[in-house]
């Protein structure tokens, strides 16, 4: 019987435990769902709830009707949002596994940032930290996660451009990031650790990131000077047209 029962937790044959928490970390019916959301106390996964605020979801003019946001600015201001809540958590908690944003608009689902840690021990270091700080004006309301395979909690529908739930499907539907700004991102432990046998970045690569905007060379000094996030934001020349912004209560 314990066999059984440890066979199909966390699946729909499981009639106590809830299996969209135990898959995505978040249930549609909250904390009125008939079955048991069961919280970790350790995970290498931090949920961030209802961070990120899609300005095509959000831009209305005075009478009601939506603004025209164009693809190129959406991208843009998504991979600035990403970049900085990336750069943040990862230079202050640990070295970050894989980061995922939610472009659901289901209430449970929408906005929701799972960050993946390396070590058990950063992702609770900033669930504490996080909860006593705020993001664009918000408090932040951070937990850990049950969601460590993202496989097994994305749509794979929506992936294959087949998902006839739109934004309300139950399922992750991941935003994706730049094809740059991912290898940016994610190339930074790999400069870390150079012992590890890495090569350093070619000749070609350096010219090509000293040519990039001025205001991402400003985040580039910021990070590799360890200047504070102040002084950074006030050389910015979009400085009051950004939406992210970490402080403290």
Same mark, same amino acid.
């Given at each position: $019987?314990?066999?059984?029962?440890?066979? &199909?937790?966390?699946?729909?044959?499981?009639?106590?435990?809830? !299996?969209?928490?135990?898959? &995505?970390?978040?249930? *549609?019916h909250?904390d009125?769902?008939?079955?048991?959301?069961n919280?970790?106390?350790?995970?290498?996964?931090?949920?961030?709830l209802?961070?990120? @605020?899609?300005?095509?979801?959000?831009?209305? !003019?005075?009478?009601?009707?939506?603004?025209?946001?164009?693809?190129?600015? $959406?991208?843009e +201001?998504y991979?600035?949002?990403? =970049? %900085?809540?990336?750069? =943040?958590?990862?230079?202050?908690?640990?070295?970050?596994?894989? $980061?995922n944003?939610? #472009?659901?608009?289901?209430? +449970?689902?929408?906005?929701?940032?799972? &960050?993946?840690?390396?070590?058990? %021990? #950063?992702?609770?270091?900033?669930v504490?930290?996080?909860?006593?700080?705020?993001?664009?004006?918000?408090?932040?309301?951070?937990?850990?996660?049950?969601v460590?395979?993202? *496989?097994?909690? @994305? @749509?794979?529908?929506?992936?294959m451009?087949? @998902?006839? *739930?739109?934004?309300?499907?139950?399922? $992750? +539907?991941l935003?994706?990031?730049?094809? =740059?700004?991912r290898?940016e991102?994610?190339?930074?432990?790999?400069?870390?650790?150079?012992? *590890?046998?890495?090569?350093?970045?070619?000749?070609?690569?350096?010219?090509?990131?000293? !040519?990039?905007s001025?205001?991402?060379?400003h985040? +580039?000094?910021?990070?590799?000077?360890?200047?504070?996030? %102040?002084?950074?934001?006030?050389?910015s020349?979009?400085?009051d047209?950004? %939406?992210?912004?970490?402080g403290?209560?």
């Amino acid at each position: $019987m314990a066999e059984y029962l440890a066979s &199909i937790f966390g699946t729909e044959k499981d009639k106590v435990n809830c !299996s969209f928490y135990f898959k &995505i970390g978040a249930c *549609r019916h909250g904390d009125r769902c008939s079955r048991i959301h069961n919280k970790p106390t350790f995970s290498q996964t931090v949920l961030i709830l209802n961070l990120y @605020c899609n300005p095509q979801n959000s831009a209305k !003019s005075a009478d009601g009707s939506h603004s025209t946001v164009s693809d190129e600015e $959406m991208q843009e +201001h998504y991979d600035n949002f990403f =970049e %900085e809540v990336f750069v =943040e958590c990862e230079d202050r908690y640990g070295e970050i596994e894989e $980061m995922n944003v939610c #472009d659901n608009l289901g209430d +449970h689902l929408v906005g929701n940032v799972y &960050i993946k840690f390396k070590y058990e %021990e #950063d992702a609770e270091k900033a669930v504490v930290d996080l909860n006593n700080r705020w993001f664009g004006g918000r408090a932040i309301n951070a937990e850990l996660s049950p969601v460590t395979d993202f *496989r097994e909690a @994305c @749509c794979r529908q929506y992936e294959m451009g087949e @998902c006839t *739930r739109s934004g309300f499907c139950n399922f $992750m +539907h991941l935003k994706p990031i730049s094809r =740059e700004l991912r290898r940016e991102l994610y190339g930074r432990k790999r400069k870390r650790s150079p012992a *590890r046998g890495r090569r350093r970045r070619s000749p070609s690569r350096n010219r090509r990131s000293r !040519s990039r905007s001025r205001s991402k060379e400003h985040r +580039h000094e910021y990070r590799e000077n360890s200047t504070s996030l %102040e002084r950074y934001r006030s050389q910015s020349q979009d400085n009051d047209q950004r %939406e992210g912004r970490f402080g403290r209560f």
